[in-house]
């Protein structure tokens, strides 16, 4: 080539990437079960299933390597499902270290063009490999485990789909072979193990979900939080900041006192930072006295952090009228809302608000119907909507809310607001209501009914379809309910609606 030309950087350019990629280099697996076993309990408490599965994983890869030789890594691509801060992340970094393979990561989250899966083509100025490529010459060898971070938050717009992209990526029959716009040629991939994490399954590209092994990793009770901020939390946070193992000792009162009153989440994000912040302030106290230890006491919290950022909400003890305590399931987990409804004077309108999604709405509207076949049995008038207004508000206006699980806890209000019958506001329901009043079942009844426990509720009504889900919530938990399986609507109301007072 003439000296000069522009050609020359970038045909170095691509010489050098080739050269940097890890063609050939592998890493021997660790299938040592009882090893993998111990790498997974040192640095997560609980995640059972998740465990488990992995612990297959590796089985089934031991039993090939002995009985063929074989010890290609290949099986379905599990996708941990959860809310954010519960371990997903970091579990993938423990799978990577129990096996023995490098790691890493890159993050979909809103990832919207395919050049930035695959690449630019080299004829463009200032073209690159795409970011698996990236990765991959990061990690160094062909088999590192590959974590793909919420996969679920990918967008797609007119410069492409990723997902498609992603799908030659994580499809076993076709990634011994991905080919990088960049690269012109096939890179081999199946050796990788391929783990992704979300945070919602509905978001997920269908033809992406089908491809995956879904595994749901829940929300923390608080007795697990507390588990896991004495195991790991503390000693970690200590070592962080400088200080030695064990210098600064929050025992059991204090660290319950820090996850009720300073933290509201389903996993230990906030956790984790507030025990930072006690560890710091503890540093600091200890270099001011000299002190080579410290103990910090319920009482030392507060003065460490502040007044209590967040009170139990106790439910309001009076019956009332027009007002349900509902469940819900947002992607942070349960949480208690309160669904109001009133009556007004009108001409038959329904106003619905507080930001609900369009399921939520159609199932008010379901709600209503159903009273008014049934207005009869409660004592209404059957042409009782003529002549008012309904309004069904849910409280936190600006956070949006879908989902039909809701139907129930509407239906409630209704009746309660148009009979002036007060609703018992230490029950708290959920569950989907059909047009015939049949109560269907219901998701995430396991974070819905840590949200009751939070919210010191005494009677929980769940759709009589989820009473095996039960099976899931700690028996601790569920000791301190009294709970309905509800199959029609009437179970609900005949548990949530009291008589009405004169
Ligand atoms: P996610 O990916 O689910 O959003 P992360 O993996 O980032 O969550 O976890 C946040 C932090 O919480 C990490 O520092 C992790 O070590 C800690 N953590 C979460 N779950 C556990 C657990 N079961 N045991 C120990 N530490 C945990």
């Not at 074989?70 to 959860?82: E, H, N, R, T, W």
């Amino acid at each position: 080539m003439a000296p000069g030309t522009p050609e020359i950087g970038v045909s170095e350019t691509y010489l050098e990437w080739i050269c940097d990629l890890p063609w050939g280099k592998y890493t021997t697996d660790n299938l040592d079960l009882k090893r993998a076993r111990r790498i997974l309990d040192e640095d997560h408490y609980g995640m059972k299933q998740v465990k488990e599965r992995v612990i297959e994983y590796l089985a089934v890869q031991r039993m090939k390597q002995i009985n063929s030789g074989d010890s290609a890594l290949k099986g379905p691509i599990l996708c941990f499902v959860g809310p954010p801060g519960v371990g997903k992340t970091s579990i993938v970094k423990g799978i990577a270290k129990a096996v023995g393979r490098k790691f890493v990561q890159m993050s979909l989250g809103g990832v919207r063009d395919e050049a930035e899966i695959r690449g630019h083509r080299r004829t463009y100025v200032g073209a690159i490999p795409g970011r698996i490529l990236s990765a991959m010459k990061q990690a160094g060898t062909m088999n590192p485990v590959f974590l793909f971070d919420e996969i679920d938050k990918m967008g797609n717009d007119f410069r492409g789909d990723p997902a498609s992209a992603m799908l030659e990526v994580l499809d076993g029959e076709q990634n011994m072979a991905f080919r990088d716009h960049y690269l012109e040629m096939p890179f081999d991939l199946s050796q990788v193990m391929f783990i992704t994490t979300a945070n919602s399954m509905s978001t997920i590209p269908a033809p992406l979900l089908d491809r995956m092994e879904i595994i749901e990793v829940s929300s923390y009770t608080e007795e697990e939080k507390l588990q896991i901020a004495k195991r790991h939390l503390l000693a970690k946070e200590t070592l962080a900041h400088g200080l030695e193992k064990g210098s600064v000792k929050i025992p059991e009162s204090a660290l319950k006192r820090i996850i009720e009153d300073y933290t509201r989440e389903a996993g230990v994000r906030t956790l984790t930072r507030t025990i930072a912040s006690v560890v710091r302030k503890a540093a600091v106290e200890m270099l001011d006295n000299n002190l080579a230890q410290i103990t910090v006491t319920k009482e030392k919290v507060q003065k460490y952090l502040g007044a209590p950022r967040f009170l139990r909400d106790l439910p309001e003890k009076e019956p009332r009228v027009g007002i349900v305590n509902g469940l819900a399931y947002t992607t942070v987990g349960g949480e208690m809302l309160a669904v109001e409804c009133a009556v007004l004077p009108g001409s038959g309108a329904l106003s619905l608000t507080g930001k609900l999604g369009d399921v939520m709405k159609e199932s008010a509207q379901a709600a209503l119907s159903w009273v008014r076949v049934h207005a009869e049995a409660y004592g209404l008038e059957p042409d009782f909507y003529k002549k008012s207004d309904i309004h069904i508000h849910v409280p936190e206006g600006a956070v949006p809310k879908d989902g039909p699980s809701a139907g129930v806890t509407m239906a409630t209000a209704l009746i309660s607001a148009l009979t002036q019958r007060p609703v018992r506001q230490d029950v708290a329901m959920t569950g989907e209501i059909t047009l015939r009043g049949r109560v269907l079942p219901i998701g995430g009844l396991k974070e819905k009914t840590l949200a009751a426990y939070r919210a010191g509720i005494h009677t929980l009504i769940i759709p009589k379809e989820n009473k095996k889900d039960l099976e899931d919530v700690p028996a601790k938990v569920l000791d301190t309910f009294d709970v309905v399986c509800a199959e029609q609507i009437g179970d609900v109301l005949a548990k949530a609606l009291m008589e009405k007072q004169e």
